[in-house]
């Protein structure tokens, strides 16, 4: 059984720091593409952040850049998102998912339960 299980999210200050976590399970994750994608309040799934199996590949939205970095650590089929610098328009839930293709080939097939960032004051 596939399973993706986030962890990490809570409710900071504005500049503050968090890391999001994912374990995955059920398949073989040094060979799987990774990406964290959040929903804000009341609108739709925005991709966050991807990072290829290779570990040296990372995409960002443009909104994140320069505040997030994405990793990864086979050993422990775990995928991390350091967040730094949030900001209240990072409010949402993020997903953690398993991709494969590339651009508009993309597409998503395993997702885990989803942990709350909140970033207020």
């Known amino acids: 059984e596939v399973q993706l299980v986030e962890s990490g999210g809570g409710l900071v200050q504005p500049g503050e720091s968090l890391r999001l976590s994912c374990t995955a399970s059920?398949?073989?994750?040094?060979?799987?593409?990774m990406a964290w994608v959040r929903q804000a309040p009341g609108k739709g799934l925005e991709w966050v952040s991807s990072?290829?199996?290779?570990?040296?590949?990372?995409y960002y939205t443009d909104s994140v850049k320069g505040r997030f970095a994405v990793s990864t650590e086979n050993a422990k089929n775990t995928v991390y998102l350091q967040m730094n610098s949030l900001r209240s328009d990072d409010t949402g839930v993020y997903y953690c998912?398993?991709?494969?293709?590339?651009?508009?080939?993309?597409?998503?097939?395993?997702w885990g339960q989803g942990t709350q960032v909140t970033v207020s004051s």
């Open positions: 998912t398993r991709f494969s293709g590339r651009l508009s080939g993309v597409s998503f097939d395993y």
């Open positions: 059920g398949f073989t994750f040094s060979q799987s593409h």
């Open positions: 990072i290829y199996s290779s570990g040296s590949e990372t």
